[in-house]
Every structure is written in C-alpha cells, then in structure tokens.
C-alpha cells in the first residue's frame, strides 16, 4: 500500500508540474534555488554538479519552461539514461561501428573496396589519415568531426554520405541534430559557432534535450508517456493510440507508431488508408481526412473532427471509453544498438528513474 501512495503522490506531483511548462504568469524560481535543488537531486557521484546545474536552470529559464521539481526530475532522468551525466558519452565499439557503415554505403553506391581503402588511407586535416582517425574515434562528437572533414575533402565523402554528415544524435540527452537545427533561433549562448557543435557541448546537449522533453504541451496523465514521445517523437503516444483505435475500427492491422500520414510526394501512410476507408461511418470526405490527420504533429489533432468521430465510433464500440494514449510500438533500430530494445523499454526505464528523483526530492 505504500507504494501505490507513493506513486499517486508522484503522479499527482507530475500533473501539477506539467499542466504549467511554458506560462509566463507563474512566477520563476529564483535560480539559486533551482541549481541547488538540482545539485541535491544529482548523484553524488556526478562532477561538476554544480555546472551541470547551472547549464540545466540556464535551459529552462530562457525557454520559460517551469522548473517545478517533477520537470527538473524528468530532465535529469533522461541525463542518467542516455549518457550517465557525460556530455560527449563515449559508445562501445564505436570504430567497428563507423567502419561497417562505411563499408555498407559503399556497397550500395557499388564502390570498390581498393578505392574506399584508397580514400580512407589519404590525409586528413590533423595529419592523419582517415583510417587512422577512424580507429581511434570514442565519441559521437569524434565521429561527427571525421565524416565533417571527409566530406569536405574528400570526393568519395560525398558521393558516400550525399554531402550530409551521418550522425544524427548527440550529447548528454542523445537529442537529434536535426530537431536541435530546426529549434535554434532562440539558442542563449552568443558564442555558439554551429548548432551541430553546440548539441555535442553539455550546455548544448542539455538545452535541446530540455527543449525535445519538455518543450511542448500535453494532456497525459503520467510522465511515462511524455519519456516515450522523447524516444519516439513528439505525441507519438496520443498518435499510437488514435492507430490503434482506427485499427480496431477498420480490422487493419496498423504499425503503432506515432506517424499518421506519409510526407512523401504521392504516398500515403496505411493509417490514412484504414482511416478514409471508414469515412462512411465518420460522415467525413477523404479530404478533411486528410487534412485532420496532418494535425497529428501538433497540439490541436484532439480538437478536430476526426479525432472526436474516431473515439465516438471507438467507445461506441467497446462499451466503454478506450485509451486515448498508449506506449508507442516500436522496436528501436540503430547500429550502437546491439539487444531487441523498444520505445516501450525506454520509457518505462526512465520512468523508473524519474520516480527515483522523485522521492529523493520528497519531504522527508
């Protein structure tokens, strides 16, 4: 029974927290105190709390996300899984990883092997050859810098990498360079040279990071779902369950994943497919269909007409009111990934580690 009061307790603490991210009218904490909260909330094992911290506070503030304490936990239990508190976490095998990417693309563009030999045995910027570089790399940031410099000067770079740099993720909160890229207009730091390099810096890292997990509103009733939509993409919990319910509706058996139509040029997604081939029961045209589902990315798809119509048929159906949001069905693909992990997995494992801060931080 203790445990079940201390997670409605924790619960409770969630949605008071999340209700708020981004209000001016609440009042900001003065940041003194949320440094030295987030301090007492680090494992005494982290170095340099105190600029973990500092770099932490400076994220929320100039994105007026609230620095409630279930905010501060989620960020820092999303640190803890991705990297360990390290700002550039080095990636076992990382070289034997690189290389057969390498080794993939070029089978695919047909190159033979004594001319990537060839190219990889040239000299890069720093005096070594590339295939040097490459047996040396540890980090994420190392990497991102080799295929930089090998895309620049080398010819067979781009023809391997179409001119754009492979890795895509980066940091202390593993955020995605390309998210980070499209939400840097407001980035705080003058002396910032590039967004890439800015996401591979722990200030970096940790404002993006902040602006992926906590940057947009959500009506969820657990923070296991917004760690989720950290995995997955932003509403992909809300998303997975409108698939789901089409699903049953329409007897299709649709991938839970969170993307709703394909963008594509003349594609369509087989959610958008299932969907229209209910459109007599849904008294909807395959054009507002459409349209309505495009509003998957965004906060609003729960006010459009489709979405009401898809839960009235929904709940019609099952006799009772069926779950609005779920944990997305994906299995997690990536070369540094070597076990069958999910978005499942992920969220639940953070989850796990929020509700720990959560009661390191309660009254004792």
């Given at each position: 029974?203790?445990?079940a ?9 969630w949605?008071?927290?999340c ?12 940041a ?6 987030l ?7 982290v170095?340099d709390?105190?600029?973990?911290a500092?770099?932490i506070?400076?994220a ?6 609230e620095?409630?304490?279930?905010n501060?936990?989620?960020?820092l ?25 390498i ?29 040097e ?14 295929f930089e ?34 939400h840097?207009?407001?980035y ?25 997990l ?15 939509d950290?995995?997955a993409?932003?509403y992909?919990?809300r998303?997975?369950a ?5 699903s049953q ?7 839970l ?11 369509i ?11 007599d ?32 048929l ?6 009772a ?6 944990l997305p ?25 929020w ?10």
């Amino acid at each position: 029974m203790r445990a079940a009061r201390t997670v409605v307790v924790l619960s409770a603490l969630w949605l008071a927290g999340c209700a708020t991210l981004r209000t001016p009218e609440v009042p900001r904490r003065p940041a003194d105190e949320v440094r030295a909260e987030l301090v007492s909330l680090m494992p005494a094992s982290v170095a340099d709390r105190a600029g973990w911290a500092a770099d932490i506070e400076t994220a929320f503030a100039a994105q007026n996300i609230e620095a409630s304490t279930p905010n501060l936990c989620a960020t820092l239990a999303v640190i803890a899984q991705e990297s360990s508190y390290r700002a550039d976490p080095v990636v076992p095998g990382l070289p034997r990883i690189a290389r057969g990417e390498i080794e993939r693309r070029a089978r695919a563009a047909h190159i033979p092997d004594f001319l990537l030999d060839k190219a990889l045995g040239l000299e890069s910027s720093d005096g070594r050859t590339y295939d040097e570089r490459l047996d040396t790399v540890r980090t994420e940031h190392d990497l991102s810098d080799l295929f930089e410099d090998f895309i620049d000067r080398v010819p067979l770079g781009s023809t391997l990498f179409g001119g754009f740099n492979p890795v895509h993720t980066g940091g202390p909160m593993q955020v995605a360079i390309d998210f980070a890229e499209q939400h840097g207009e407001d980035y705080p730091y003058d002396d910032a040279q590039s967004v890439r390099e800015e996401v591979f810096s722990r200030r970096g890292g940790l404002y993006f990071g902040i602006a992926h997990l906590l940057g947009y509103e959500v009506d969820y009733p657990s923070p296991l779902y917004r760690f989720a939509d950290y995995n997955a993409g932003w509403y992909a919990s809300r998303n997975a369950a409108f698939q789901r319910a089409v699903s049953q509706l329409s007897g299709t058996d649709l991938a839970l994943d969170g993307d709703l139509i394909a963008y594509g040029a003349f594609s369509i997604s087989n959610t958008e497919r299932a969907t229209k081939s209910l459109r007599d029961r849904l008294d909807m045209d395959e054009g507002p269909i459409r349209r309505d589902l495009t509003e998957g990315h965004g906060p609003d798809f729960d006010r459009t007409r489709l979405y009401k119509r898809v839960y009235a048929l929904a709940d019609e159906a099952a006799g009772a009111p069926v779950e609005r949001v779920i944990l997305p069905g994906i299995e997690l693909e990536s070369p540094k990934i070597t076990r069958n992990l999910t978005t499942a997995w992920f969220a639940q494992r953070v989850y796990a580690r929020w509700q720990a801060c959560m009661q390191r931080a309660a009254p004792r």
